[in-house]
Nanobody, 118 residues
Framework: QVRLVESGGGLVQAGESVRLSCAAS????????MRWFRQGPGKERELVAA????????TYASSVKGRATISRDNANMMLFLQIDNLKPEDTAVYYC???????????WGPGTQVLVSS
């Protein structure tokens, strides 16, 4: 069974950092490019960061560029997202997702909530 389980969220102060983790199972993790998305209250879900299969290529949304680092550990089937200098507008549920089948448009894991207080 394909699974992605996000963790690491919580209540943090503005200016602090958060490191989110995504544990993968049930598929060949190292053969997938991976992405982090987020959905803030009353907002559309947005792509935050992406990483290729080897971790050699990374891209970021302008909203987090310079503050975020996406990384992966293929040996342990883990994906990470660290965001520094958190802002209240970073408040959202964060999701990880693979690129391509079986990760269709309606496929989403449970997510992890990040709440940034000012």
């Amino acid at each position: 069974q394909v699974r992605l389980v996000e963790s690491g969220g919580g209540l943090v102060q503005a200016g602090e950092s958060v490191r989110l983790s995504c544990a993968a199972s049930g598929f060949s993790f190292s053969t997938y490019a991976m992405r982090w998305f987020r959905q803030g209250p009353g907002k559309e879900r947005e792509l935050v960061a992406a990483i290729d299969k080897t971790g050699g290529s990374k891209t970021y949304a302008s909203s987090v560029k310079g503050r975020a680092t996406i990384s992966r550990d293929n040996a342990n089937m883990m994906l990470f997202l660290q965001i520094d200098n958190l802002k209240p507008e970073d408040t959202a549920v964060y999701y990880c997702k693979g690129l391509g089948a079986p990760f269709g448009t309606s496929w989403w894991g449970p997510g992890t909530q990040v709440l940034v207080s000012s």
